[in-house]
């Protein structure tokens, strides 16, 4: 076990003991994670630690991909809006397409001799309608669902409720029309991983050099893919008003993940926003990307995550680890990362954003307090480890039963 070792300098022995312990009755079992991206966002990133580490102390984990078209991803694209409050148009065409490209994935996919089988977001939600279920499902959602489009959540409604539990990222996100149950297990990060590994702040600069990216003026950033709810013309006009007040430059940096067709179309219009000004640099799918947006975390004096709608954002919990304080829309699990004050601010509007932006530039010592709280808060709850915890005792749960 020697990554899972590695995590007890960071965690320390109670941790990494409890987990070896709890773990041991599921030893041997075999869990199936399906979703639809091995790269780009959240969900891969998290699936590309856990699964690991899964393997690590016993669990036989297996971790599967939806195959789909074009089409298919600007159908699952467009549910992710409507699951998150933007009013769709759903057409039977467009169903029958998504619940086609499931049946032919459940066709040669082979879930039959899983022990339990854990589907992510609504991408592969309809798989479990193509089997006989001898076996706990477990529907993992990622996505803010605090208001989804009314009609889209009806069709889902009758999927969700064939599984056994549904899991989702905050509180504030379980459903009353949701029969079955219904668990919190809040996302995190790797502090291994190449996007988290320590770097010192010569290193960091000399990554961003070598990047193209210019340490002449103070950095203000924002790394996330490139998506409307993210709200990177926002983060553009909320830099253009701070910049009157204080020296800075501001730098995005992001991706398109493989199941969202919409994001190069986003790309495009933050950069012809952002060539209208200067001091705004704007990367995408650059080489070395994770050790890139590690460099960019750590070297930055405010990380911004100006998210109009957000599942988690494992981007605050990133820049935190590295002792930077972040600026996020007070939007999904963003506010259980950021202590109003303490280890950031919560904005809700472009002013807002610009004026905090202004005072932490203005304040050297707060920055420091507020990243050396940060980090501390993450460690305390959002690094990998409690989070695989999580999942051994929710399985746990399902074979005692």
Same mark, same amino acid.
């Given at each position: ?9 960071? /965690?320390?022995?109670?941790? !990494?003991?409890? #987990? ?45 991909? #939806? ?28 169903? %029958? +397409? ?15 001799? =899983? ?27 990622? &996505? ?20 056994? %539990?549904?899991? !989702? ?13 219904? =668990? #919190? ?35 203000? =950033? ?12 926002? !983060? ?9 007040? /204080?020296?800075?430059?501001? /730098?995005? +940096? ?38 890139? @947006?590690? @460099?960019?975390? $750590? ?16 981007? /605050? =919990? %990133?820049?935190?680890?590295?002792? $930077? ?21 919560? !904005? ?8 905090? &932006? ?26 990998? $480890? ?16």
């Amino acid at each position: 076990m020697k990554i899972l070792e590695d995590h007890r300098k960071i /965690v320390g022995d109670k941790i !990494v003991d409890e #987990i070896i312990k709890e773990a041991e009755p599921l030893k041997g079992k075999y869990v199936s994670h399906i979703n639809s991206t091995y790269y780009g966002g959240g969900v891969a990133e998290i699936l590309d630690s856990l699964v690991y580490l899964m393997n690590e102390v016993g669990i036989n984990a297996g971790w599967r991909l #939806i195959k789909g078209s074009d089409d298919f991803f600007r159908i699952t694209k467009l549910f992710h809006n409507g699951c998150q409050g933007a009013k769709i148009n759903i057409t039977p065409s467009m169903l %029958e +397409l998504y619940e086609e490209t499931i049946r032919r994935n459940a066709i040669f996919m082979h879930l039959e001799k =899983s022990d339990v089988i854990i589907a992510h977001d609504p991408q592969v939600l309809p798989l479990i309608s193509h089997y006989s279920k001898k076996q706990p499902w477990i529907w993992r959602c990622h &996505i803010d669902i605090t208001n989804p489009f009314p009609n889209l959540w009806d069709y889902f409604k009758k999927y969700i409720n064939e599984y056994d %539990e549904m899991i !989702v990222s905050d509180k504030a996100y379980e459903k009353n029309d949701i029969t079955i149950p219904q =668990s #919190i297990i809040m996302p995190s990060i790797d502090p291994l991983n190449e996007k988290n590994k320590e770097l010192s702040l010569s290193e960091a600069e000399m990554i961003l050099e070598k990047s193209g990216i210019g340490l002449n003026k103070p950095i203000i =950033s924002q790394i996330s893919r490139f998506d409307y709810w993210k709200d990177p013309i926002g !983060v553009i006009k909320a830099f253009e008003i701070a910049r009157k007040k /204080v020296d800075c430059q501001l /730098v995005l +940096l992001g991706n398109y993940a493989s199941d969202d067709p919409e994001g190069h179309e986003m790309y495009l219009k933050t950069e012809e926003r952002a060539r209208e000004l200067e001091n705004v640099t704007v990367l995408v799918n650059v080489k070395n990307n994770n050790l890139i @947006a590690n @460099a960019l975390q $750590t070297a930055s004096k405010i990380v911004l995550q100006k998210s109009i709608r957000e599942g988690f954002a494992l981007t /605050v =919990s %990133e820049a935190l680890w590295k002792g $930077t304080p972040v600026i996020g829309g007070r939007a999904g699990g963003i506010p259980n990362q950021i202590i109003e004050g303490k280890n950031g601010y919560l !904005v809700e509007n472009i002013g807002e954003c610009a004026e905090k &932006i202004i005072i932490l530039m203005k304040d050297e010592k707060l920055r420091k307090e507020m990243g050396e709280f940060g980090k501390q808060y993450v460690k305390e709850n959002f690094l990998i $480890t409690r989070h695989l915890l999580d999942y051994i005792r929710l399985l746990n749960r399902f074979f005692k039963s």
